[in-house]
């Protein structure tokens, strides 16, 4: 018998505990969110557990179990009977617009356990899982996870480093959004630009509804939704064309790349919002990797592989492998324009 190493046994044990507890608490994180017990324990705390109960309108036996589940996991904080959130836990759990809120990944990790019937049968067919087939509303949990980032990023950093862009922006451009989802990069970008006018492509056709709707509610006047696919969405001479977290989910890429190229007009420029990635597996086994790795094998390769030519870049292809399939479309030049620890911003001219 292969003799085992103690130590590291009870390092990877240890770990997976860790990894369960994540895990376990998907489900009560969701419904924290959902019952604004995060919410209200930050305007009412520190709280007894009856107090949080009363205030959310919640059953007290829950709310006390739902406590000590959050105060063990460190999601919320513990001291002589009653429950707070830190200013960093509220960061995280009860600040939407935060950069750091992260109740969007708990919602996509949820979608992604619902989904498994559908990935694992085609582990064995190599078929793909179209976006729109996908278990629950897994486009509404991308789009919610993606949303802190771009919120606090786009306009006011990924915008900025490209050449010359924002002054084009101020003075009136016309942009493509394309595989826009539902919405919200096109939406802040046609708030911070009113001179400019945007357009939003989606082949998803229940997300460019909900794209209107979010447009509609935010009284907008120079943005349109319309569902069109990324290799011959209709449109042409645009300033600007931006996709956001969506190449490495496209079927045909390379296509993609040539038909957003025709569509610039003499001049204009093209920004790719792609998940942070080194060009090597060894680069991307870190969190940052292990989080995008997991999300591609169970989202973005089943989409891509569900499409035309399904390419399957996968959620961590790298600038390099990237940047190929961006010249491959005719741009001559292609830059890193800024980075977060989990975006890369490529700019192709």
């Known amino acids: 018998m292969t003799q085992l190493n103690e130590t590291t046994l009870n390092e990877l044990v240890g770990r997976i505990l860790g990894d369960l507890g994540g895990a376990v608490s998907v489900p009560l994180v969701r419904i924290g969110d959902a019952l604004d017990l995060y919410k ?22 829950y709310v006390r179990e739902w406590l000590a589940a959050q105060a063990a996991s460190g999601y919320v904080h513990y001291e002589n009977g009653r429950f707070s959130l830190t200013p960093e836990q509220a960061y995280v759990f009860a600040e939407p617009d935060s950069p750091v809120n992260l109740i969007g990944a708990f919602d996509t990790a949820a979608a992604m356990v619902e989904n498994q019937p559908k990935v694992q049968s085609a582990f ?12 629950g509303c897994m486009f509404c949990a991308v789009a919610r996870l ?3 980032g771009y919120v606090n990023a786009l306009v006011q950093d990924w915008l900025p480093a490209l050449d010359g862009v924002v002054d084009r922006l101020k003075a009136g451009a016309t942009v493509a959004d394309v595989g826009c989802g539902h919405g919200l990069s096109t939406i802040l970008m046609a708030q911070a630009f009113p001179n400019s006018r945007f357009i939003g492509y989606d082949f ?12 509609r509610a935010d009284g907008l006047t120079n943005v349109d939704f319309k569902v069109g696919r990324a290799q011959d969405f209709d449109g042409n001479d645009f300033d600007l064309i931006t996709c956001f977290d969506c190449l490495h989910d496209m079927g045909d890429p390379k296509t993609a790349a ?71 479309g005719g741009f001559t030049h292609v830059r890193r324009a ?12």
């Open 124 to 135: 064995k067919t190599g078929r793909g899982v179209a976006w729109g087939d996908q278990a």
């Open 258 to 328: 040539a038909h957003i190229r025709k569509a610039l007009k003499q001049g204009g420029t093209w920004m790719v919002v792609e998940p942070t990635a080194g060009d090597t597996l060894e680069d991307n086994i870190n969190p940052v990797g292990r989080l995008y790795y997991s999300a591609s094998t169970m989202i973005c390769v089943p989409t891509s592989l569900a499409q035309e030519t399904g390419l399957a870049l996968g959620a961590q292809a790298g600038e390099k492998r990237l940047t190929e399939v961006i010249r491959s």
């Open 40 to 61: 209200t324990l930050r305007d009412i705390g520190p709280a007894t557990a009856d107090d949080l109960a009363e205030a959310a309108r919640c059953a007290p036996r």
């Open 146 to 148: 993606f949303r802190p």
């Open 338 to 349: 800024a980075q977060t620890p989990l975006n890369m911003v490529l700019e192709a001219t």
């Open 204 to 215: 998803h056709a229940d997300s460019i509804a909900a794209a209107t709707a979010h447009a």
